[in-house]
């Protein structure tokens, strides 16, 4: 059986040290496709150089939460604060996503919009996925399906890996790991369903969530020799610190990942392991 490999970087767009890292783990490293979040401060820079670069597969990074809408406030007051920000609780932005019947009518505005604004950019739309993984909210990914046919949205990402790996690897923030992988194990089983009747298609496994922050070298090298899935995506976020830009993560840990992508022994043991490294443009 063949076997895959997404390597996949969240952000791009956010800031010009993440797009800079981005590029730089796409042309020296292991990077073959990025998620853009099209209302970051760095976007417009971002889509010129995903043209420069046709290799490097784009998809949307939808921004729900930590960031900024799209449409103005004043279209969406209930959505997002007088500046257009989203909130900054994920847990919180959830809960009214479910149970305000307002906010999810504009919810459904906001997404659209940030589907057109990708269309805009004649880029291919690679995947889609979502800033803190609110795109698997039933109700966002409800959404994403309904418009699917519309925006030719064929990949979404559903994350799912295996807690007693991590476990084996860094039994670090051991209680947000068991709690997460109970909560996105729901999210998963509810997603495969609903996804799987659209037919829109994800890969077997993806790896970073119960790693966030800690997508290094040694990590990598110690997962992918336990992989058992034949197509999978590892998904981490790269970055260059340049003084008086926002960080996207805490400090130093874009740089730590960033140096993982470039690694020629993470290469090598995807190869050993009889990866090739694809992204959803080549599948």
């Given amino acids: 059986m063949p076997r895959f490999a ?14 800079a890292a981005i590029i730089k783990a796409h042309e020296e490293g292991i990077l073959t496709s990025t998620s853009l979040m099209v209302s970051g401060d760095a976007a417009t820079e971002a889509i010129a150089l995903a043209k420069n ?9 939808l921004v729900l939460v930590c960031g900024k809408s799209v449409l103005p406030p004043e279209k969406i007051p209930h959505l997002v604060d007088s500046q257009g920000n989203f909130p900054d609780d994920p847990t919180l932005a959830g809960l009214r996503y479910q149970f305000n019947a307002l906010v999810r009518e504009e919810l459904r505005q906001e997404i659209r919009a940030q589907l057109e604004k990708f269309r805009e950019t004649n880029l291919p739309l690679s995947h889609v996925d979502g800033h803190l ?8 990914l409800q959404i994403l399906t309904e418009l699917a046919p519309e925006f030719g949205i064929k990949f979404i990402r559903l994350p799912k890996e295996e ?3 991590n476990l084996q ?3 670090s923030n051991l209680f947000n790991k068991i709690l997460w992988s109970i909560v996105f194990g729901q999210l998963h089983r ?14 077997d496994c993806v790896y970073g969530l119960l790693q966030t922050g800690s997508v ?3 990590y990598l090298l110690e997962l992918i020799p336990q992989i058992s899935a034949d197509l999978i995506e590892i998904y981490a976020h790269p970055a260059i610190f340049h003084p008086g830009e926002p960080l996207n993560g805490p400090e130093g840990v874009g740089e730590v990942e960033l140096a993982a992508l470039l690694s020629e022994k993470v290469r090598d043991t995807l190869a050993t392991h009889q990866f090739q490294l694809v992204n959803w443009n080549c599948l």
């Fill in 53 to 61: 670069y046709p290799s490097l597969a784009v998809g949307l990074h």
């Fill in 6 to 19: 997404i390597i996949n970087a969240d952000d791009f767009g956010f800031s010009h040290g993440v797009n």
């Fill in 216 to 218: 290094n070298e040694q």
């Fill in 190 to 203: 509810y997603g495969t369903s609903l996804l799987t009747a659209h037919h829109i298609q994800f890969a």
């Fill in 133 to 140: 993984h609110l795109h698997v909210h039933p109700v966002v």
């Fill in 169 to 171: 690897i860094d039994r």
């Fill in 163 to 165: 807690l007693r790996i």
